[in-house]
């Protein structure tokens, strides 16, 4: 036997050598260490505060991703600051650049092993969350985008701050890395939040502009995936040009590999600038979520049909079936007013849930016999307990019974009269409306009703106290001149 | 032929007044308090423009979180400063290292305030001038106590941990003390906790040092 007949050694492949690189890389990782940390973070800002929320996914899903990446990325960011910066701190590049592997292969893996733990750990922090969510019997199916965004956000901030300490190893590189991850996410949600630029939607702790959405977001239309594509394609293009740029130095791969990665730099950032200039043609639709018109489908914009769930009563409180359990409170705020109202010309007979709107509407509209009310936006999100069928009560009555009152006895120009606002406020306290300083998250709407000291608010009180047959007969027989102007306060009973 | 070692001029001997200064001056080179020096300057200006050009808005969460987030740049600088480059041998070089350790943190930590609030001077923020100086002290002493558990790299971790509690915290209007960041400027329990806690953090980092693990 020749030596050329000699059976040729067996040699793996490339890829089995990076895939046990990542793997070596995986079972030394920092990471690991700062797990427990990471989960801490996780029950004390994420969990507590989406589970104080009502369940329903998308609410649950937009807040979600607010906290989590809060929670998530900067600490990533700092861990892959740390592991890309570590041959420049521990002065071996020229070491391991001479290794059989290219350089760009390694430090690819190193952030590869330290980002699937993050991943790993964000994917079993959002499975607690929407695993809590569905033991609660969320109504409809989970909203996957936030998870989508936070799945590309995790990999782009690592791959943005790896970069930075493969480039800049210095010991104040890591810190940087973290605490500008912090800044960045908390100014761009703020900036956003407060509408002064719509650029800053890209940054990923947006799902929608401003802080905590109504809880039927996304329940009466469909969940809007506009800016969520337009993040992920943006995180997806800055991740690719930071981990590309690592193969672009001298020594980081062959001229082809280096050529490849230039390439891939400009393709990233090419990707996250389309990303954030679409973001900046984002406008947020009645409905609170944001509208592309690059990506936008028209088939979107509909309202999902559903069979209302609605009170036996003679004047009934429909709402989306998804609400099924705030019905009782409805029912218990809006029966009263009903009755007072009852055979009033233009009193409504029948309340129905519509959703709300982040536009400056009215929280109530009156066409005929049905009144159109947006309940979910007095549902408090954030009160850290379910509130009671009587609190919540309270809460509708608060935010909804005024303008209803005000709509069926005032001329709808303005500020009611002084005896338009007597018997509104008469109306209310007959009703039952709390009179009381709003004692936690609430709406009150202000339609003018009578101030408590002032002269209107006696004779309101006085109106209150009258027999309500006296009150029906009366407003039956004076509605029309009120409604007109012609009542002085003095004229009331 | 003698020797004329002890006859000399003396020039073993060490003198604090002589090496001193030149010990200290070498000891801040060697942490890159120069760079450190450079960021509490940038922070400073970060403070100041940021709060004039009303990026800092004059109430609200945002209204604490921003001149926050500038403390813990701040305040992780110096921590991280405090990373010895030599690690462990440098605890064998006599009890002389105890008191450089506690110099430098002193200059160091009065430049980080000399900075901030030369940056607060002449703004409107939400809490005043004391408030910076308050949540620049405790942040400092978190993130030293956090560079002697965690290591000199590692320093930023507590402070990144504890602002987000602290966001928390001042949206729930949290009263513990502990939580400084979500009480007044002239809370005294609040400012009595910063001030323990940056104590706290300089009497560890002066007399342990950082921890660096052996790998880094």
């Not at chain 1, 892959?80 to 001479?98: I, K």
């Not at chain 1, 970069?163 to 949600?189: Q, Y």
């Not at chain 1, 791969?253 to 600038?273: D, S």
């Not at chain 2, 703004?123 to 030293?144: E, F, K, M, P, Y």
Request: some cysteine.
């Amino acid at each position: 036997m020749t030596l050329t007949e000699a059976p040729a050694a067996a040699r793996s492949l490339p890829q089995a050598h990076t895939g046990r690189l990542v793997r070596l890389e995986a079972r030394r990782n920092v990471m690991l260490l700062l797990i427990p940390l990471l989960a801490l973070l996780f029950w004390f800002d994420t969990y507590r505060t989406v589970l104080q929320t009502p369940p329903f996914w998308a609410l649950r899903g937009i807040v979600m991703q607010k906290h989590i990446m809060l929670d998530f990325a900067p600490l990533l960011a700092g861990v892959a600051a740390w592991t890309g910066s570590r041959d420049g701190r521990r002065g071996t590049g020229e070491l391991v650049a001479a290794t059989s592997r290219p350089r760009w292969i390694v430090q690819t893996s190193t952030w590869a092993a330290t980002t699937a733990w993050a991943v790993l750990a964000y994917l079993i922090c959002v499975a607690l969350v929407y695993g809590a969510t569905a033991a609660q019997h969320a109504p409809g199916s989970p909203a996957w985008w936030p998870v989508l965004v936070g799945l590309s956000c995790l990999p782009a901030f690592t791959a943005l701050a790896f970069a930075a300490g493969a480039f800049f190893p210095s010991r104040f590189t890591t810190p940087l890395a973290a605490i500008m991850a912090l800044l960045l996410l908390e100014v761009g949600f703020r900036g956003a939040s407060h509408g002064s630029s719509p650029y800053l939607l890209i940054v990923p702790l947006n799902a929608m502009p401003g802080s905590t959405p109504a809880a039927d977001i996304a329940v009466f239309q469909p969940y809007l995936p506009d800016l969520a594509i337009t993040q992920v394609m943006a995180l997806a293009g800055l991740g690719l040009a930071a981990l590309a740029a690592l193969g672009t130095p001298p020594g980081a791969g062959t001229p082809v590999t280096r050529r490849t990665c230039t390439g891939l730099v400009v393709l990233g950032l090419v990707l996250a600038g389309t990303g954030i200039g679409l973001a900046g043609t984002g406008r947020q639709q009645p409905t609170g979520m944001v509208a592309i018109p690059a990506l936008h489908k028209a088939a979107d914009d509909y309202e999902k049909a559903y069979p209302p769930v609605c009170t036996a009563s003679t004047t009934p409180t429909c709402v989306h079936p998804a609400f099924r359990k705030y019905l009782p409170a409805a029912q218990a705020a809006f029966d009263p007013l009903l009755r007072e109202l009852a055979g009033l010309p233009g009193a409504p007979t029948r309340v129905t849930q519509t959703a709300s709107r982040y536009t400056g509407h009215p929280p109530i509209s009156l066409s005929g016999p049905a009144v159109s009310v947006a309940l979910a936006e007095a549902i408090p999100n954030d009160t850290g307990r379910s509130l009671s069928d009587a609190e919540l009560s309270r809460n509708f009555k608060r935010a909804f019974d005024p303008p209803i009152v005000a709509a069926v006895i005032g001329n709808g120009q303005g500020r009611p009269d002084e005896a338009q606002a007597a018997v509104i406020e008469g109306l209310l306290i007959a009703a039952g409306v709390p009179q009381g300083p709003c004692n936690g998250a609430c709406v009150i709407s202000d339609v003018g009703a009578a101030r408590p000291g002032s002269a209107a608010y006696d004779a309101g009180t006085r109106f209150a106290a009258l027999p309500a047959a006296t009150r029906h007969a009366w407003l039956m027989t004076n509605l029309a001149a009120l409604r007109a102007g012609r009542i002085e306060l003095g004229q009331l009973p | 032929m003698t020797s004329d070692v002890s006859a000399g001029s003396g020039a073993g001997v060490w003198s604090p007044v002589r090496s001193g200064p030149r010990l200290l001056m070498l000891h801040l080179l060697s942490r890159r308090i120069p760079v450190a020096l450079l960021g509490f300057v940038v922070c400073g200006l970060a403070l100041h423009v940021s709060a004039q050009l009303g990026w800092i808005p004059s109430s609200g969460l945002v209204s604490r979180l921003v001149p926050l987030t500038i403390e813990a740049v701040a305040a992780v600088l110096l921590a991280t400063s405090m990373r010895s480059p030599f690690g462990e041998p440098e605890d064998g070089t006599g009890r002389r290292i105890v008191y450089l350790r506690g110099l430098a943190i002193v200059l160091t930590g009065a430049a980080a305030f000399g900075a901030l609030m030369a940056g607060a001077t002449g703004t409107t923020l939400a809490q005043g001038n004391w408030a910076v100086l308050r949540d620049t002290a405790g942040l400092t002493g978190i993130a030293l106590l956090s560079a002697a558990a965690f290591g000199g790299s590692f320093s930023w971790i507590a402070p990144l941990a504890y602002l987000i509690v602290a966001q928390q915290a001042i949206n729930a209007a949290w009263t513990t003390p502990w939580l400084w960041p979500a009480r007044p400027a002239h809370d005294r329990g609040a400012a009595l906790c910063a001030a323990l806690v940056l104590a706290a953090g300089i009497v560890v980092v002066t007399l342990r040092g950082t921890r660096e693990p052996k790998s880094d």
